[in-house]
Every structure is written in structure tokens, then in C-alpha cells.
């Protein structure tokens, strides 16, 4: 339903290990919360053998300290009027971090998990990309990325402008929703914007086919942009129809540069995507585009699960 206003998130987790680094996606929390009168959960897992330092900062690695440290972080909320309570969970042998955070967010009935990434060669990134792949499996929950660059981004008194991908594909339609329901409670614009690749980024089969018949491909270009075109005309004029603010960007070029070029440069205030949940190793699969994003964008990316099989 357009613009129904119901709550989304009626508990966000929050993963916390104690470092200022993992901290930082609380001001988006914080938002969000507000919007949604959510309640905050705040995690903390004991690792059966857990690091000295975690981003360069000491690790919680007993109970009392890590209660003492939720306890402070939730009594500051608490100033902020926000709802939030603790939860510590002790990780046994065998149970790696993602799999208990996946199992935290379904026992409290979680909508969201928020979390800050740390960079390409941080454990982080690993983190986030199996939690992701395990979380877009499990029905209804989001997750908010933060990465180094996002991080450098001011949060503002209220959201603006929504950056929200589309390629036409039914499946990824839930973040035009999700990103309704936050405009629907802001009065942020809705910037649906797609980028189609020009056959000097394809790859693979694709890049084949374009070499071998390149006045054939060019005609199927034509007819994939002319579609969309008219994909993303239909969604303009039936959001505007409920009272939205709407408009479009088409650009062309590799879709994770150009999308992040395009946060950027702009007021943009959160990238809205959906996904699968697919992230590759270094030596694995092609990534999946919107955790691939996440860990680069330079603006909070909220990953949406998307309804259909497949890979994106």
C-alpha cells in the first residue's frame, strides 16, 4: 500500500562491540527510530576467542564490561526519549558472529539490523556480507549500512532526498515501497534513478555477443532504454498521484561508480535498494550490486530484501 504509514521497524538491532567505529551508525538509528517509535535493541556478543583490539580500539570481552557499556549507551538514548534495552549473547563453539546476529534479529522480531562497515581488507566487510546473504533470506528484514565514506556524511534534521535505484525488475520494488513509507512520514523527494550499461562496461557473454553483432546490440539497447524509460514514467506519475514529490535520473556508465558518483554529488540523504543478499569473496562470484555498493557508498545505504529468486 502507498504511503500507509504503519510501522515498519517496530525494534532495530544494533550490533555494538564497543569500538567508537561501530558507534557511528547510531545517529541513523536514532532517525529512524524517532520516525518509526521503534524500539532499540543494542547487541553485544561474547566470542569464545575474542581479538585484543577491534578497530584499533580495546574489546569487550568480559560480561560486566560489556553491560556496563550497553547500559551507558542505552541510558543515553533513554535522554533522547528513544525506547532501548540490551542484550548480550555468548557465542559457543561453532557459532560465528553473523549467524548469532541473524539469530538475535529473529528472536526479538527485529525489522532492521544497522550496522558500520570498516573497509575492504577489515573484518567488517566479511561480516557484513555474510550477514547480509543470511538476512535477505529472512523474510521482512532490512538492514542500514554505514560504511568509512558514509560515515563522513552529516546526518540532517530530516530526510530530504531519497536516492532509490530501479532496473525495472518487479522483485526489486520493495525499496520504491520502503522508501515511500520514509517519504510518506518526511516529505523527502523520491529520486528514482537507473543506470544502463553501455557496451563498454559489460562483460562477460554479454560483451561477447556485443563484439559479434554490434548493430543488433545496439538495437537491443535502444529497446531495454526506451522500457525503462517508460518503466520509470509509470512509477513517477502513479507515486505523484499520491501526493509525492518524484523525479528521475537516467545515466549511463558502470552502475556502482555511477550510483556512487551520484550520492555524492547530490542532498542525497540515503540510498534505498533491494537485494538478494549476495556478496562475493575476493576470489568468488560476481558481487551482488547493493552489498557491493554498501561497503563504498558515500551515504547510508538501507538494503531491502527483494521478492523474486535470482542474483543482483
Not at 540510498?271 to 547510508?300: C, R, T, Y
Request: glycine share 10%; charged share 25%.
Amino acid at each position: 500500500m502507498i504511503g500507509s504509514g504503519s510501522t515498519t521497524y517496530r525494534r532495530i538491532l544494533v550490533p555494538l562491540d564497543g569500538s567508537s567505529a561501530a558507534e557511528t551508525v547510531l545517529p541513523w538509528v536514532e532517525r529512524l527510530a524517532e520516525l518509526e517509535s521503534s524500539e532499540i535493541v543494542l547487541l553485544h556478543i561474547l566470542e569464545l576467542h575474542p581479538p585484543a583490539l577491534r578497530h584499533g580500539q580495546p574489546h569487550l570481552t568480559r560480561r560486566n564490561e560489556a553491560r556496563r557499556y550497553l547500559d551507558e549507551q542505552r541510558k543515553r538514548l533513554g535522554q533522547k526519549s528513544l525506547v532501548a534495552r540490551t542484550r548480550i549473547v555468548e557465542a559457543g563453539s561453532g557459532m560465528d558472529l553473523p549467524g548469532l546476529m541473524v539469530q538475535s534479529a529473529l528472536e526479538i522480531g527485529a525489522g532492521l539490523i544497522a550496522l558500520c562497515t570498516h573497509g575492504r581488507t577489515d573484518p567488517g566487510r566479511w561480516l557484513f556480507g555474510s550477514i547480509a546473504q543470511r538476512l535477505m533470506t529472512a523474510a521482512g528484514i532490512d538492514i542500514l549500512v554505514l560504511s568509512p565514506e558514509g560515515v563522513r556524511r552529516q546526518i540532517q534534521a530530516a530526510f530530504r532526498h531519497l536516492l532509490v535505484p530501479l532496473d525495472g525488475d518487479p522483485g526489486h520494488e520493495p525499496a520504491l515501497g520502503r522508501a515511500t513509507d520514509l517519504a510518506a512520514r518526511t516529505g523527502a523527494e523520491l529520486v528514482l534513478v537507473h543506470i544502463a550499461e553501455t557496451k563498454r562496461n559489460l562483460e562477460g557473454i554479454e560483451a561477447v555477443r556485443a563484439r559479434l553483432s554490434p548493430r543488433a546490440f545496439d538495437v537491443l539497447l535502444d529497446e531495454s532504454r526506451q522500457e525503462i524509460e517508460r518503466y520509470l514514467e509509470e512509477r513517477t506519475g502513479e507515486w505523484q498521484g499520491h501526493g509525492f514529490r518524484v523525479t528521475t535520473r537516467l545515466l549511463e556508465g558502470n552502475p556502482l561508480d555511477r550510483l556512487a558518483e551520484l550520492a555524492s554529488t547530490g542532498d542525497y540523504d540515503l540510498v534505498v535498494l533491494s537485494s538478494h543478499g549476495h556478496l562475493s569473496s575476493e576470489s568468488g562470484p560476481a558481487p551482488g550490486f547493493a552489498p557491493a555498493f554498501s561497503v563504498k557508498s558515500p551515504i547510508p545505504v538501507l538494503i531491502v530484501p527483494a521478492t523474486v529468486s535470482g542474483i543482483h
